[in-house]
């Protein structure tokens, strides 16, 4: 089958877009508005943007109704009526429940710490807190807001934001900072309501020894 996106209903570019571009990481980002509201969500488009400065990036999808999400809402810059800041916290097991019931569309400044049970727990850098129950934590400074197409129903709007504190629990890595993954349950979103386990990890070389290297599960 060949597609082109230009016949394509925002349905059927949603269902392409968030169920093959998978597995993905999700983002668990608290924020606070200017009034002190807090609100936490989760977010799959997230990502990596640069290691040196640390960035990372999260895509808010404007509402159907052509309304900004409150995250994107309270990360915008001061001078834009939000914080300027945000904190990405980890999606694991221990709180499957909790992240999901946060992507209940709550009216703008109701919290979804007081709906699902989650604690804030004070930030070291920036204003909104921490999720207490998460493993990691990144603080992160809002760098650019970029929308792809303003305003219009489910296009995304970048979130760049610099990492200016990390916390990590203990034992979640070596001294040396390799992540433990036995200690780090996270979850990946598989897109619709299906996510998938990090528990069927293996080893592989990279570049030309990746040829001569038997894998460690049968062929398909
Ligand atoms: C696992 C998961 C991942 C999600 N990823 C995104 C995403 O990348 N972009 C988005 O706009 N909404 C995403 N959502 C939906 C938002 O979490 C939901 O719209 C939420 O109400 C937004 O909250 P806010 O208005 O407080 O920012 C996701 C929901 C779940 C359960």
Same mark, same amino acid.
């Given at each position: 089958?060949?597609?082109?996106?230009?016949?394509?209903?925002?349905?059927?570019?949603?269902?392409?877009?968030?169920?093959?571009?998978?597995?993905?990481?999700?983002?668990?980002?608290?924020?606070?508005?200017?009034?002190?509201?807090?609100?936490?969500?989760?977010?799959?488009?997230?990502?990596?943007?640069?290691?040196?400065? !640390?960035?990372?990036?999260?895509?808010?999808?404007?509402?159907?109704?052509?309304?900004?999400?409150?995250?994107?809402?309270?990360?915008? *810059?001061?001078?834009?009526? =939000?914080? =300027?800041?945000?904190?990405?916290?980890?999606?694991?097991?221990?709180? $499957?429940?909790?992240?999901?019931?946060?992507?209940?569309?709550?009216?703008?400044?109701?919290?979804?710490?007081?709906?699902?049970?989650?604690?804030?727990?004070?930030?070291?850098?920036?204003?909104?807190?921490?999720?207490?129950?998460? *493993? $990691?934590?990144?603080?992160?400074?809002?760098?650019?807001?970029? *929308?792809?197409?303003?305003?219009?129903? !489910?296009?995304?709007?970048?979130?760049?934001?610099?990492?200016?504190?990390?916390?990590?629990?203990?034992?979640?890595?070596?001294?040396?900072?390799?992540?433990?993954?036995?200690?780090?349950?996270?979850?990946?979103? !598989?897109?619709?309501?299906?996510?998938?386990?990090?528990?069927?990890?293996?080893?592989?070389?990279?570049?030309?020894?990746? $040829?001569?290297?038997?894998?460690?599960?049968?062929?398909?």
């Amino acid at each position: 089958m060949d597609l082109d996106p230009r016949s394509l209903s925002t349905e059927q570019r949603y269902k392409i877009m968030n169920g093959l571009v998978v597995p993905r990481p999700v983002a668990f980002v608290s924020t606070q508005d200017p009034s002190g509201a807090l609100n936490i969500a989760p977010f799959s488009f997230f990502n990596v943007a640069s290691v040196d400065p !640390m960035v990372l990036v999260i895509c808010p999808l404007t509402r159907p109704d052509g309304t900004e999400k409150d995250t994107l809402r309270n990360a915008r *810059p001061e001078a834009e009526g =939000g914080l =300027g800041e945000f904190v990405v916290n980890a999606a694991v097991e221990r709180y $499957l429940e909790q992240m999901s019931a946060a992507a209940e569309d709550l009216p703008h400044g109701e919290s979804e710490f007081a709906l699902t049970g989650l604690t804030p727990a004070p930030s070291q850098v920036v204003r909104p807190p921490r999720l207490a129950e998460s *493993p $990691l934590a990144f603080e992160c400074r809002t760098l650019d807001v970029r *929308p792809l197409a303003k305003g219009r129903p !489910m296009s995304g709007t970048l979130i760049l934001g610099e990492v200016v504190h990390v916390y990590l629990e203990d034992g979640l890595t070596d001294d040396a900072l390799r992540v433990k993954h036995d200690a780090y349950d996270v979850l990946g979103r !598989m897109g619709g309501l299906t996510y998938c386990r990090t528990t069927d990890l293996f080893d592989f070389p990279r570049g030309r020894a990746a $040829l001569t290297t038997p894998r460690p599960f049968p062929k398909k």
